[in-house]
């Protein structure tokens, strides 16, 4: 038995001119028909540190009776010189999430994974109290099941008022321990009871994590790391998957 919402995630990997740059997380969102991977826009695109790949390769599992198997699939970032991925923007600025549609027919015919949809987002933006437990599914510096190829998951909760935009940005905090890798990787609730569109992934889709926040102010050799994180919130997706 696996728990379907280990198949939402999928290791990512960039690469610029053939030579692999970073690793990441990402995730499957599905809509109208159309396939999705979601990801932290700074995985595909950052100028502060001068990261730019052309192309992204994820692991997908092809054998639903052998979990072992799997493949890689490439996105390429560009084509005819324009990015193939879409970000977003809100009142505060750049919203640290990209999407990039997958092409469903040159997927492998057995391969295997769950995809959230808008029945998983959380309209109710009050109904979510602070110490909210949570899980982050995601590929922490790389590390997964390297035998079945399945991400791990941290548990983590909600550290500020959920719907309340931290400091005027577009994303609320969580308290949890990660590390690089982990941006992209789902943020997600257990649901307190599936409804059927939500099929056989009973979980509540919040956020999108981003990255460990940090206060510039620390002595880093007294004060140890906030362990707070961003998450995006991941309304996002219903602007960054519209037609």
């Not at 979601?38 to 502060?48: A, G, L, M, R």
């Not at 599992?61 to 560009?78: K, Q, R």
């Not at 492998?108 to 109290?129: G, I, K």
Request: some cysteine.
């Amino acid at each position: 038995m696996i728990d379907t919402i280990l198949l939402t995630a999928a290791r990512v990997f960039t690469f610029k001119d053939g030579a692999r740059l970073t690793n990441a997380s990402g995730f499957f969102f599905e809509r109208d028909g159309r396939l999705f991977l979601v990801t932290s826009k700074h995985v595909v695109f950052d100028e502060p540190s001068g990261h730019y790949p052309d192309r992204l390769d994820i692991e997908l599992h092809t054998n639903v009776n052998n979990m072992a198997l799997s493949t890689w699939f490439s996105l390429p970032l560009y084509r005819d010189g324009k990015g193939t991925w879409r970000q977003g923007i809100d009142a505060a600025g750049s919203v640290d999430v990209a999407v990039i549609e997958i092409e469903r027919d040159k997927l492998p015919a057995t391969t295997v994974y769950r995809a959230f949809t808008p029945h998983h987002l959380e309209h109710t933006l009050d109904q979510v109290a602070v110490g909210t437990s949570l899980l982050i599914v995601g590929f922490p510096l790389g590390f997964h099941d390297t035998l079945h190829h399945m991400p791990v998951v941290r548990h983590a909760v909600v550290a500020s008022s959920f719907g309340l935009r931290f400091q005027g940005e577009g994303y609320f905090l969580t308290d949890a321990r990660t590390h690089r890798g982990t941006s992209g990787a789902p943020v997600v609730m257990r649901m307190a009871g599936a409804e059927p569109e939500h099929g056989d992934l009973p979980w509540t889709l919040l956020g999108v994590h981003s990255a460990v926040l940090d206060v510039g102010t620390r002595d880093l050799g007294v004060d140890e790391a906030l362990g707070l994180n961003c998450a995006w919130y991941a309304d996002i997706l219903l602007t960054l998957t519209e037609h």
